[in-house]
C-alpha cells in the first residue's frame, strides 16, 4: 500500500523531471519517478537523439539512475503524460527486473492519476531473473 501523501509526492517529482524532456523529435514529454526500498525517490524523462532508436524513455532513465546507485528493488512507479500514457514495452519488461509486484500509477499533465495498476499486471507473463535459474 502507498499512502496518498506518497503517491502525490511521485506524481509531482515525475511532473518536475518531465520539465527536462529532450523531446525535439515526438514533442512528447514524458517524466517518471520511482520509489525503491530505501524510500528514496530517483527520477527520469525521456530523452531523444536525431539517430532515433537510440532514444530512451523516461522510466528507463529513472530505473538505471536508481540501480546505478545500488537500488534494486522499486516499490512503485509514476509516469507522467500530457494524456495519460502507459508504460511501453520496453519499460515494463526493465521495471519487472527491479520491481515486479511495483504499484504503477500512469498520470497526466494535470497530476490526476488516471491509472492505478502494477507491472506485474502490465506484463503478464514477465521473463524474470529466476527463469535463469536452472
Ligand atoms: N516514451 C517514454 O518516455 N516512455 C514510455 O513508456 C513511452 C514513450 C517516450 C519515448 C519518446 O521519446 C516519446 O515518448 C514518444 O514515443
Not at 32 to 37: D, E, M, Y
Not at 112 to 118: M, S
Request: glycine letters at 8%; one cysteine or more.
Amino acid at each position: 500500500m502507498l499512502s496518498d501523501e506518497l503517491k502525490e509526492r511521485l506524481v509531482q517529482s515525475a511532473l518536475d523531471a518531465q520539465k527536462w524532456s529532450y523531446s525535439p523529435y515526438s514533442r512528447y514529454p514524458v517524466g517518471a519517478a520511482v520509489l525503491t526500498r530505501s524510500g528514496r525517490v530517483y527520477d527520469g524523462t525521456n530523452i531523444e537523439n536525431a539517430a532515433y532508436p537510440v532514444s530512451i524513455c523516461a522510466e528507463r532513465v529513472a530505473v538505471f539512475k536508481a540501480v546505478s546507485e545500488g537500488e534494486h528493488e522499486i516499490e512503485a512507479v509514476a509516469v507522467v503524460t500530457r494524456n495519460g500514457g502507459a508504460p511501453c514495452g520496453s519499460c515494463r519488461q526493465v521495471l519487472a527486473e527491479f520491481g515486479l509486484e511495483a504499484i504503477v500509477l500512469i498520470a497526466d499533465q494535470a497530476g490526476e492519476i488516471r491509472q492505478e495498476t502494477t507491472v506485474s499486471a502490465l506484463l503478464p507473463g514477465a521473463f524474470t531473473p529466476d527463469k535463469l535459474v536452472e
